[in-house]
């Protein structure tokens, strides 16, 4: 069976990285595997798109399940630093799905984008038989702002700081442990800890807030893959060595308990909510403070510097080969009866 989730590196160098259309002196940052953003000049602007497919799940209740998609929609553009500023979303509904469900979803659309300075612009809206939950469709946004401030994946450079925000597996616990709260066999107390993450699910605060307060010099979400996969990845961007120690990882309440529960790694696990950045050394503090300010958990985990790989308290780490939040996903899914 073939792979599922994002494609590796293998298949974007043979299959999409050699075809991208024309070649436009205007693309100041084009595809690259691993990254979030693509940028075009404009004027003396600097226009940065993601693109990203919308997810629903119904059982989340769909004013969660509406909050969850506008933030994914949003991340991938705020680790540019520039704040997202436009969003076109298109939605391919299944058919089974009423005006009043996707009326709660929109209403969270609406209010998430306007509390974030953002214009949803155009889109397209539609059933369609054959579509089916979770995947409904997707959204592009925009963020336009000053060249100068785009915050770079390939950034990172040696002598940088190594900070994260909210630690690892925040979704594991925030997600699957509000799926399926019925099925988890913990205390009351830790499953609420746990349930409260979900609201921890989005990185875009944390990106705009640290982008703001000092100089940051590279940002990556910590989505499939999770942590041990985000952190590969922005090394590789940079051409850099990331050395990590792994006692100076925060850890959210709820996070530890529900991955021994579920059985997961929860450095492997897709993390939506969690930020890895690189800072210049002197900025550190002011980043700090600042995402403290915002009530945004956060702790400096290592340092950036000559060579190449991720290297936990000395040991080589290598990107997961699957995410096992997935496999779980589906295991309990099938069990509850869930689309």
């Keep these: 069976m073939t792979d599922l989730g994002k494609v590796d590196r293998a298949f974007f160098d043979r299959y999409i990285y050699p075809n991208l259309g024309a070649d436009r002196s205007d693309v100041a940052l084009g595809p690259q595997h691993g990254v979030d953003f693509?940028?075009?000049e404009v004027g003396e602007r600097a226009v940065v798109m993601a693109s990203d497919p919308l997810s629903l799940v119904p059982a989340l209740g769909f004013e969660k399940a509406g909050w969850f998609a506008v933030h994914v929609a949003l991340s991938d553009a705020a680790v540019s630093g520039i704040p997202p500023s436009h969003?076109?979303?298109t939605f391919t509904l299944p058919p089974e799905m009423t005006d009043e469900e996707f009326g709660a979803v929109w209403e969270a659309f609406d209010r998430e984008a306007g509390e974030l300075g953002v214009s949803i612009v155009t889109?397209?809206?539609?059933r369609y038989?054959?579509?089916?939950?979770?995947w409904v469709g997707g959204a592009t946004t925009l963020a336009v702002g000053d060249p100068d401030e785009v915050v770079r994946p390939d950034g990172a450079s040696p002598g940088d700081r190594l900070l994260v925000t909210k630690g690892p597996a925040v979704e594991v616990a925030g997600f699957l442990v509000t799926l399926f709260e019925d099925a988890v066999d913990l205390p009351d107390a830790t499953i609420a800890e746990a349930k409260e993450r979900f609201w921890d699910m989005s990185p875009v605060r944390d990106a705009l807030t640290a982008a703001a307060a000092g100089p940051v010099t590279a940002m990556h979400d910590a989505t499939e893959g999770g942590l041990r996969g985000a952190l590969v990845e922005m090394a590789e961007a940079g051409g850099v060595r990331l050395d990590v120690d792994s006692s100076a990882?925060?850890?959210l309440p709820g996070v530890a308990e529900s991955c021994d529960f579920f059985g997961i790694d929860p450095w492997a696990a897709t993390s939506e909510g969690t930020l890895l950045l690189t800072v210049e050394s002197g900025g550190v503090e002011s980043v700090l403070s600042a995402l403290d300010a915002e009530g945004i958990p956060a702790a400096e985990i290592g340092e950036v510097r000559e060579g190449d790989g991720v290297f936990v308290?000395?040991?080589r780490a290598e990107k997961p080969?699957?995410?096992?939040?997935?496999?779980?996903?589906?295991?309990?899914?099938?069990?509850?009866?869930l689309e």
């Design 249 to 251: 990882m925060p850890v």
């Design 87 to 89: 969003l076109s979303v």
């Design 38 to 40: 693509g940028v075009v």
């Design 321 to 337: 080969e699957s995410d096992p939040s997935w496999e779980v996903f589906e295991e309990y899914a099938e069990k509850a009866g």
């Design 123 to 126: 889109g397209h809206t539609a």
């Design 129 to 134: 038989g054959g579509c089916r939950y979770p």
């Design 313 to 315: 308290d000395g040991d």
